[in-house]
């Protein structure tokens, strides 16, 4: 019996075994990542206390959680009306956050909103492992497993790490997106579709997703043409497979919604018309931009959007020069650009670029160069500004 013939009713025990393992390597970066949300909590819980307000009803019951939590309880088809002719409808939303607020209603005595808090909470770890898990994979040969328990922390530690927390669908859709694109540097092409669907029926970004596999699968499949024979039939169709299945999500939900609306292939796009969203390659934010300079003490606030923009493409031509896999340069570009170049909502665009964490892998092997007496403070004084930031942020009347 060759290596590759394994008895089946081997497999499971040493897929365990690997999955044991994994856990025990990405334990550090867990128990980090457990310790940064914890404190990020208890901050916030302090803070609305002392402004009257329930820090649990900002997590659960404020802006986009509330339309998932009537998605789950009441299904499609609700929307508000605008003085100004506006339609928000919550065709918007994709559903996987809600099937599963949906679903865990019904096995528990948890309400839709408890629900939501839940499922993000465990998907916010769900996405730290898998931080961990492709940055440990690219570059734990040489830095061991620093680099990647330094990407956690700092992902954790985002300025907007608080809506990791929220009953949100960004930690939802970084854990399929994190494991999506590890499964894709390891070459399990079916589960990288899989999980790349998934990541399609949560957010309209999980394009960034499939465009990551696809990319990869094309790019493998144009060096098994010029001659460098990789892979054997089997792993070839698998490959293919995995391509067919990647776009499937967002597809299915985005014809869904023009069969439902009557407006075809282009429906969804009506309906985020309605909420006054598109793309338009970053007009209306540069407008929004330069508007803040036009008097003070805004102006402070446009230059900290410069800086922040001018930094975030920094780091994105840093992870190009260190030579980052194409799937995860393919999977940050396209978040990046759906992010900056989005129309409207502007003071949600933090958060739209948290799933862009690849980004972060420069600052993370910076860190992780440096001795640990160095390190820990640094990181401490990111976490702390990160707890007090969150907690200002949330209290504040606009939308996270």
């Given at each position: 019996m060759t290596e590759l013939e394994v008895p089946t009713t081997a497999r499971a025990p040493r897929a365990a075994a690997a999955g044991s393992a994994s856990l025990r390597r990405a334990a550090p970066a867990l128990l980090g990542y457990a310790a940064v949300r914890i404190l990020c909590l208890l901050t916030l819980a302090v803070w609305s206390a002392a402004r009257g307000k329930s820090a649990y009803?900002?997590?659960?019951?404020?802006?986009?959680?509330?339309?998932y939590t009537r998605v789950a309880e009441l299904g499609y088809g609700y929307e508000v009306r605008l003085p100004n002719g506006d339609v928000h409808s919550n065709l918007a939303f994709f559903p996987l956050l809600p099937w599963l607020e949906r679903l865990l209603h019904a096995v528990t005595p948890l309400s839709y909103a408890d629900a939501g808090f839940?499922?993000?909470?465990l998907a916010s770890l769900a996405a730290a492992w898998g931080i961990f898990a492709v940055a440990d994979h690219v570059y734990g040969g040489r830095y061991g497993r620093?680099?990647?328990?330094?990407a956690v922390l700092l992902w954790a530690a985002l300025p907007v790490g608080i809506v990791q927390s929220m009953a949100y669908s960004e930690s939802l859709f970084t854990a399929l997106a994190a494991w999506s694109l590890y499964a894709v540097l390891t070459g399990r092409w079916v589960t990288a579709g899989l999980l790349a669907s998934a990541a399609g029926l949560t957010r309209p970004v999980g394009l960034a997703v499939v465009a990551a596999v696809w990319v990869t699968g094309v790019l493998a499949f144009a060096r098994e043409r010029g001659g460098a024979r990789t892979g054997?039939?089997?792993?070839?169709?698998?490959r293919a497979?995995?391509?067919?299945?990647?776009?499937?999500g967002t597809a299915g939900y985005v014809l869904w919604v023009g069969r439902r609306t009557g407006g075809g292939v282009f429906g969804y796009l009506d309906v985020q018309a309605g909420?006054?969203?598109?793309?338009?390659?970053?007009?209306?934010?540069?407008?929004?931009?330069?508007?803040?300079?036009?008097?003070?003490?805004s102006a402070l606030a446009g230059l900290g959007l410069v800086v922040g923009v001018a930094l975030l493409i920094r780091l994105y031509v840093v992870c190009v020069r260190q030579g980052q896999p194409v799937p995860l340069l393919v999977y940050t570009g396209v978040v990046l650009a759906l992010a900056l170049c989005a129309s409207s909502y502007f003071g949600s665009k933090p958060r739209l670029l948290m799933p862009a964490f690849p980004v972060l892998f420069p600052l993370a092997l910076a860190l992780a160069r440096l001795r640990t007496r160095t390190s820990a403070p640094v990181v401490g004084a990111v976490v702390a500004v990160a707890a007090a930031y969150g907690a200002w942020w949330l209290n504040g009347s606009g939308p996270p």
């Open positions: 009803t900002l997590l659960t019951a404020r802006w986009d959680a509330l339309w839940v499922v993000s909470l620093g680099a990647g328990v330094c054997a039939r089997a792993g070839r169709a698998r497979l995995g391509l067919v299945l990647a776009p499937l909420w006054r969203n598109g793309f338009d390659g970053g007009y209306a934010f540069a407008r929004f931009v330069a508007d803040k300079f036009t008097a003070f003490p």
